[in-house]
């Protein structure tokens, strides 16, 4: 029999209204599961037995009264930078350490309101800053298909839980690909959706106006099932998105018969792993079989993006990250006078990546220097967003890799900031554009590493990003999983 | 020796009085014990966010129309960078670009002479906490720890920038007088300077008479009334002429004003040390204020002081008691009561804004606790008007009315104050005084009229004041004819 942490959030789904298992059941599964991977990854950072002990046993009643919430006792993994009710949210920073807050953001409650049992608080790069969750001050997080290597990042921590069973999905945020570059590098599917589809209350604020909650799951439908379960216009988040949602799952099975499909010049060629441009063009020609209409599109602002994003981003974590200051709640260290406390706290409580984004953006807004940084990035993400739009009228979704590599080794990259910021060269332009995308599983390198194949849609295209997402899924066949969910389980 | 021109500009912090916070739903109150009106956003917690509470920005948006403003259709929030305890986010919300209002003008009025003050802009800032300094001596330095309420934190503020238009001291009063009476007009503020719910910093430079270049300027702080507003400033042109005419230079700083002392002393030094870094506020779009949005606001505006003064004096009131009315609400509800049911303006208004007034502040009482009525201030009146009263008894009566001892007629009739205007009884009196004066009679008809006032004073005090003076002289005149 299959064990019960392998299951997706569909087949869960069935077996829990079939009664073939309870919502405890599921929950002891998957605990056990991370009780033997966790020694290994570090997926998490706070397991919550007791709440999700208790979100399992209510699951389990409103499962035999014939609730039909298609959440409701499947056991699912938050980031750490997701606010949780009475349960620690550190965003993996040391300054936020002990903190538990006060209030639940609004996925978290949405979430909650679904059924949903939270089992606990996933590790990340500190703030979300980092693209290998080894910028967390509790230590990093592996991947479960070679523990050598790094899951990806900031959402590293949901990414290796869902691929390894320790949730059955997770929730991310995804600034400039946190979310996608992660599931790409697990063997995961996960999306971004359009800025403003999910609630950003109660999310620790990275770079507000790109910062996007978004899921992580084993396949494609189950992904649109957990956003769906978030997004809808929220009256604590003023840059929520007050229209009719776009549907997300309706298009799954329809297949690509007809639409058209851009292929990304920029991001078809150089910097990118042979390896992975191999496996890319496969899927497009597939796709091509499939009957979607395959043509190359050129964004030239693409080039950009990057340097445009190092200065927008850091710019709105220098503002959003002061806040914390030893004034109110977490790390404080004392000093004679208050302003030296202040500083201290921050110089002991920032680790050095979240460190260097505060200053860098502090220069780029400094009296002097805006207009040359901040206001010419600005420029950028405005030309960027003319590419796509103009894009978007020639065809209905582009596609690309995901990650330029497959996952890399722990501590490859961290001597050199900059390397790694190329690996977010593929997703940054969608969130400068606050589109939506998605990274869909789509093979193994030859050294058994999971490759990603993003489809990204126009802002609220989410029910045909779906739809190539889940043609692509089945044309792909991805079924591996990591030896380490693989690997016999000790039964208790 | 130079002849100095002095520059003032003001920016005034208006405290807007909403149901709730600029960005939280947090209540506005004062009153509560620390940090109890306070929640995730309004502290700063890690993920919470803002969201603009929209009748502060109609607030906001009336005070801009009141001062004639452009209504911007598309307002943008910035932030405003600096680390302080108090500023949960290290960060205060504020405008820069496109504020929600900008170029208007207030005009002022300094003993009759009329100027107007530009305003360069209105917009919207929240409010910071409150600290108090736990020490030997109660400030800074020397604290030992400092206590911290989040209550005002992010209470809605308002502020009114005025262009350097300002000449003197005296027109830096006005022009704060005349604004506080337009915010409290407009009901978004009790605009109360000693309790801090209005603010003035104040720009302060001079100039040689003529010159249009403009000074090194000094920003005063810390005025908390509108007489320490006009002090200060004038302290501080005195200073600055001194400074100069001594050789020295002025330096762009901040000043204290102390009120004992009577003198300004020096803050903060501005040059180069302040960049805040001001960026658009990526949680919150841009403000759309479409063309009903703002014509809803300008319907709604209420007549604003000057038109109301400009209206009392049309109905026929004196400069001084129209001003000294328009300020006065309940007063101005009578007087406008009164004059509409036909009662003489001028009259109804030397009598509010004089022994009303007076007997409000001698006894401690409002207008509501007195016997006062728009009735009685019309039937009063028209005793007047009709000789039943002189002007002195109209008074004794008023007095009587506002004791609660009944109506104008009442008060009149139990006091024995109703003029004779009896033409046989006053003739009766005056044929008895003229039989006593003869020769008064001689000068007046040998062309002296001077003797007429005193035989109507005679006449008067025979009938114990209570005969129409008028009357009498008429009588008076024609008897002494020849």
Same mark, same amino acid.
């Given at each position: 029999?299959?064990?019960?942490?392998?299951?997706?959030?569909?087949?869960?789904?069935?077996?829990?209204?079939?009664?073939?298992?309870?919502?405890?059941?599921?929950?002891?599964?998957?605990?056990?599961?991370?009780?033997?991977?966790?020694?290994?990854?570090?997926?998490?950072?706070?397991?919550?037995?007791?709440?999700?002990?208790?979100?399992?046993?209510?699951?389990?009643?409103?499962?035999?009264?014939?609730?039909?919430?298609?959440?409701?006792?499947?056991?699912?993994?938050?980031?750490?930078?997701?606010?949780?009710?009475?349960?620690?949210?550190? !965003?993996? *920073?040391?300054?936020?350490?002990?903190?538990?807050?006060?209030?639940?953001?609004?996925?978290?409650?949405?979430?909650?309101?679904?059924?949903?049992?939270?089992?606990?608080?996933?590790?990340?790069?500190?703030?979300?800053?980092?693209?290998?969750?080894?910028?967390?001050?509790?230590?990093?997080?592996?991947?479960?298909?070679?523990?050598?290597?790094?899951?990806?990042?900031?959402?590293?921590?949901?990414?290796?839980?869902?691929?390894?069973?320790?949730?059955?999905?997770?929730?991310?945020?995804?600034?400039?690909?946190?979310?996608?570059?992660?599931? *790409?590098?697990?063997?995961?599917?996960?999306?971004?959706?359009?800025?403003?589809?999910?609630?950003?209350?109660?999310?620790?604020?990275?770079?507000?106006?790109?910062?996007?909650?978004?899921?992580?799951?084993?396949?494609?439908?189950?992904?649109?099932?957990?956003?769906?379960?978030?997004?809808?216009?929220?009256?604590?988040?003023?840059? *929520?998105?007050?229209?009719?949602?776009?549907?997300?799952?309706?298009?799954?099975?329809?297949?690509?018969?007809?639409?058209?499909?851009?292929?990304?010049?920029?991001?078809?060629?150089?910097?990118?792993?042979?390896?992975?441009?191999?496996?890319?063009?496969?899927?497009?020609?597939?796709?091509?079989?499939?009957?979607?209409?395959?043509?190359?599109?050129?964004?030239?602002?693409?080039?950009?993006?990057?340097?445009?994003?190092?200065?927008?981003?850091?710019?709105?974590?220098?503002?959003?990250? !002061?806040?914390?200051?030893?004034?109110?709640?977490?790390?404080?260290?004392?000093?004679?006078?208050?302003?030296?406390?202040?500083?201290?706290?921050? !110089?002991?409580?920032?680790?050095?990546?979240?460190?260097?984004?505060?200053?860098?953006?502090?220069?780029?807004?400094?009296?002097?220097?805006?207009?040359?940084?901040?206001?010419?990035?600005?420029?950028?993400?405005?030309?960027?967003?003319?590419?796509?739009?103009?894009?978007?009228?020639?065809?209905?979704?582009?596609?690309?890799?995901?990650?330029?590599?497959?996952?890399?080794?722990?501590?490859?990259?961290?001597?050199?900031?900059?390397?790694?910021?190329? !690996?977010?060269?593929?997703?940054?332009?969608?969130?400068?554009?606050?589109?939506?995308?998605?990274?869909?599983?789509?093979?193994?390198?030859?050294?058994?590493?999971?490759?990603?194949?993003?489809?990204?849609?126009?802002?609220?295209?989410?029910?045909?990003?779906?739809?190539?997402?889940?043609?692509?899924?089945?044309?792909?066949?991805?079924?591996?999983?990591?030896?380490?969910?693989?690997?016999?389980?000790?039964?208790? | 020796?130079?002849?100095?021109?002095?520059?003032?500009?003001?920016?005034?912090?208006?405290?807007?009085?909403?149901?709730?916070?600029?960005?939280?739903?947090?209540?506005?109150?004062?009153?509560?014990?620390?940090?109890?009106?306070?929640? =995730?956003?309004?502290?700063?917690?890690?993920?919470? @966010? =803002?969201?603009?509470?929209?009748?502060?920005?109609?607030? /906001?948006? $009336?005070?801009?129309?009141?001062?004639?403003?452009?209504?911007?259709?598309?307002?943008?929030?910035?932030?405003?960078?600096?680390?302080?305890?108090?500023? =949960?986010?290290?960060?205060?919300?504020?405008?820069?670009?496109?504020?929600?209002?900008?170029?208007?003008?207030?005009?002022?009025?300094?003993?009759?002479?009329?100027?107007?003050?530009?305003?360069?802009?209105?917009?919207?800032?929240?409010?910071?906490?409150?600290?108090?300094?736990?020490?030997?001596?109660?400030?800074?330095?020397?604290?030992?720890?400092?206590?911290?309420?989040?209550?005002?934190? %992010?209470?809605?503020?308002?502020?009114?920038?005025?262009?350097?238009?300002?000449?003197?001291?005296?027109?830096?009063?006005?022009?704060?007088?005349?604004?506080?009476?337009?915010?409290?007009?407009?009901?978004?503020?009790?605009?109360?300077?000693?309790?801090?719910?209005?603010?003035?910093?104040?720009?302060? $430079?001079?100039?040689?008479?003529?010159?249009?270049?403009?000074?090194?300027?000094?920003?005063?702080?810390?005025?908390?009334?509108?007489?320490?507003?006009?002090?200060?400033?004038?302290?501080?042109?005195?200073?600055?002429?001194?400074?100069?005419?001594?050789?020295?230079?002025?330096?762009?700083?901040?000043?204290?004003?102390?009120?004992?002392?009577?003198?300004?002393?020096?803050?903060?030094?501005?040059?180069? $040390?302040?960049?805040?870094?001001?960026?658009?506020?990526?949680?919150?779009?841009?403000?759309?204020?479409?063309?009903?949005?703002?014509?809803?606001?300008?319907?709604?505006?209420?007549?604003?002081?000057?038109?109301?003064?400009?209206?009392?004096?049309?109905?026929?009131?004196?400069?001084?008691?129209?001003?000294?009315?328009?300020?006065?609400?309940?007063?101005?509800?009578?007087?406008?009561?009164?004059?509409?049911?036909?009662?003489?303006?001028?009259?109804?208004? /030397?009598?509010?804004?004089?022994?009303?007034?007076?007997? @409000?502040?001698?006894?401690?009482?409002? /207008?509501?606790?007195?016997?006062?009525?728009?009735? $009685?201030?019309?039937?009063?009146?028209?005793?007047?008007?009709?000789?039943?009263?002189?002007?002195?008894?109209?008074?004794?009566?008023?007095? %009587?009315?506002?004791?609660?001892?009944?109506?104008?007629?009442?008060?009149?009739?139990?006091?024995?104050?109703?003029?004779?205007?009896?033409?046989?009884?006053?003739?009766?009196?005056?044929?008895?005084?003229?039989?006593?004066?003869?020769?008064?009679?001689?000068?007046?008809?040998?062309?002296?009229?001077?003797?007429?006032?005193?035989?109507?004073?005679?006449?008067?005090?025979?009938?114990?004041?209570?005969?129409?003076?008028?009357?009498?002289?008429?009588?008076?005149?024609?008897?002494?004819?020849?």
């Amino acid at each position: 029999m299959t064990d019960l942490a392998d299951l997706t959030i569909a087949a869960a789904g069935r077996g829990l209204r079939s009664g073939a298992f309870t919502a405890v059941d599921l929950l002891d599964a998957v605990e056990r599961r991370a009780a033997v991977t966790e020694a290994h990854l570090h997926a998490y950072l706070t397991l919550d037995r007791a709440g999700a002990r208790v979100a399992a046993e209510a699951a389990d009643v409103a499962l035999a009264a014939g609730d039909p919430r298609p959440l409701l006792g499947i056991p699912l993994a938050l980031k750490d930078n997701m606010v949780t009710k009475g349960v620690e949210t550190t !965003a993996s *920073s040391q300054i936020l350490a002990g903190w538990k807050p006060p209030y639940d953001g609004t996925a978290a409650s949405r979430l909650r309101d679904a059924g949903a049992v939270i089992v606990g608080k996933t590790n990340l790069d500190e703030f979300a800053m980092g693209s290998s969750t080894e910028n967390s001050a509790y230590g990093p997080t592996r991947n479960p298909w070679n523990t050598d290597r790094v899951p990806g990042g900031s959402s590293g921590g949901s990414a290796a839980a869902v691929a390894v069973g320790s949730a059955l999905g997770a929730f991310g945020s995804d600034t400039g690909g946190s979310i996608r570059q992660p599931a *790409s590098l697990t063997g995961t599917v996960g999306a971004k959706p359009t800025y403003g589809l999910v609630s950003r209350y109660g999310l620790i604020a990275f770079a507000s106006s790109l910062d996007q909650i978004g899921p992580i799951a084993r396949t494609v439908p189950d992904a649109a099932a957990l956003l769906e379960a978030v997004v809808g216009w929220d009256p604590m988040d003023a840059t *929520s998105y007050n229209g009719d949602m776009p549907s997300i799952s309706k298009s799954l099975d329809r297949g690509v018969a007809g639409l058209r499909i851009g292929v990304v010049t920029e991001l078809s060629g150089e910097g990118i792993d042979p390896e992975v441009l191999a496996a890319t063009k496969q899927v497009i020609d597939r796709l091509s079989d499939a009957g979607a209409d395959v043509v190359e599109i050129s964004l030239p602002a693409i080039e950009y993006a990057l340097s445009a994003y190092y200065l927008i981003a850091p710019a709105e974590c220098s503002a959003n990250l !002061a806040r914390f200051d030893g004034v109110r709640y977490g790390l404080r260290i004392d000093g004679a006078t208050t302003e030296e406390m202040m500083a201290k706290t921050r !110089a002991e409580g920032f680790g050095p990546e979240v460190t260097r984004r505060i200053l860098l953006g502090t220069y780029a807004l400094s009296a002097g220097y805006y207009d040359a940084f901040y206001g010419q990035a600005q420029r950028v993400r405005t030309l960027l967003r003319n590419d796509f739009a103009s894009a978007y009228g020639r065809v209905d979704v582009l596609v690309s890799p995901t990650s330029p590599t497959t996952a890399f080794e722990v501590g490859a990259k961290t001597a050199d900031p900059l390397t790694m910021y190329f !690996a977010d060269i593929c997703t940054i332009a969608t969130n400068l554009a606050g589109d939506p995308a998605i990274s869909v599983p789509i093979g193994l390198d030859d050294a058994g590493l999971p490759i990603g194949f993003q489809i990204m849609a126009p802002a609220l295209g989410e029910e045909v990003m779906f739809q190539v997402a889940a043609e692509v899924e089945r044309l792909a066949a991805f079924t591996e999983r990591p030896r380490l969910a693989t690997s016999k389980v000790v039964t208790p | 020796m130079t002849e100095w021109e002095a520059v003032i500009g003001i920016e005034t912090h208006v405290e807007l009085q909403t149901k709730s916070k600029m960005f939280c739903g947090c209540l506005v109150d004062s009153g509560d014990e620390p940090n109890t009106a306070v929640c =995730p956003v309004c502290l700063a917690l890690p993920g919470a @966010l =803002p969201v603009p509470n929209k009748e502060a920005i109609e607030g /906001i948006l $009336s005070i801009g129309d009141a001062l004639e403003c452009t209504l911007i259709e598309d307002s943008l929030f910035y932030r405003k960078n600096y680390f302080y305890p108090d500023l =949960p986010k290290n960060y205060q919300i504020s405008q820069y670009t496109f504020p929600l209002c900008l170029d208007g003008r207030l005009a002022v009025d300094v003993d009759g002479e009329p100027t107007v003050v530009g305003i360069t802009r209105v917009h919207m800032e929240e409010d910071t906490g409150k600290s108090t300094h736990i020490g030997v001596s109660g400030r800074i330095h020397g604290a030992n720890h400092t206590l911290l309420d989040f209550n005002r934190a %992010g209470v809605p503020l308002v502020e009114v920038v005025s262009e350097p238009d300002i000449r003197s001291p005296e027109q830096a009063r006005a022009y704060g007088a005349e604004l506080q009476r337009v915010v409290r007009t407009l009901g978004v503020s009790d605009a109360r300077l000693e309790e801090g719910s209005m603010r003035f910093d104040v720009n302060v $430079s001079v100039r040689p008479a003529g010159s249009d270049i403009l000074g090194t300027r000094t920003e005063v702080k810390n005025v908390n009334s509108l007489r320490s507003m006009q002090r200060a400033i004038a302290y501080e042109i005195t200073r600055q002429i001194e400074v100069l005419e001594s050789g020295g230079s002025i330096h762009l700083e901040t000043r204290h004003w102390d009120e004992a002392k009577g003198a300004t002393r020096s803050g903060r030094t501005k040059e180069g $040390s302040e960049d805040y870094r001001y960026f658009q506020d990526p949680d919150l779009l841009p403000l759309h204020i479409d063309e009903d949005w703002r014509k809803r606001v300008h319907a709604r505006r209420p007549e604003l002081p000057a038109a109301k003064r400009a209206r009392y004096v049309a109905l026929g009131a004196d400069r001084s008691t129209a001003d000294l009315l328009a300020d006065a609400g309940d007063l101005a509800a009578l007087f406008e009561a009164a004059v509409s049911a036909g009662a003489d303006a001028r009259t109804i208004g /030397i009598w509010l804004t004089g022994e009303v007034v007076a007997y @409000l502040r001698r006894e401690d009482v409002t /207008i509501d606790e007195t016997g006062l009525s728009a009735d $009685s201030l019309v039937e009063l009146a028209g005793m007047t008007g009709d000789g039943d009263l002189s002007a002195t008894a109209a008074k004794e009566v008023l007095g %009587g009315v506002l004791a609660g001892e009944g109506t104008p007629s009442q008060v009149a009739e139990a006091r024995d104050l109703l003029q004779i205007s009896d033409a046989s009884t006053i003739e009766t009196e005056v044929m008895a005084v003229l039989d006593q004066h003869p020769d008064a009679i001689e000068k007046i008809r040998n062309g002296d009229s001077k003797p007429i006032g005193f035989l109507v004073g005679q006449v008067m005090r025979a009938t114990g004041g209570k005969a129409d003076p008028r009357m009498v002289q008429d009588l008076i005149r024609r008897k002494t004819q020849a």
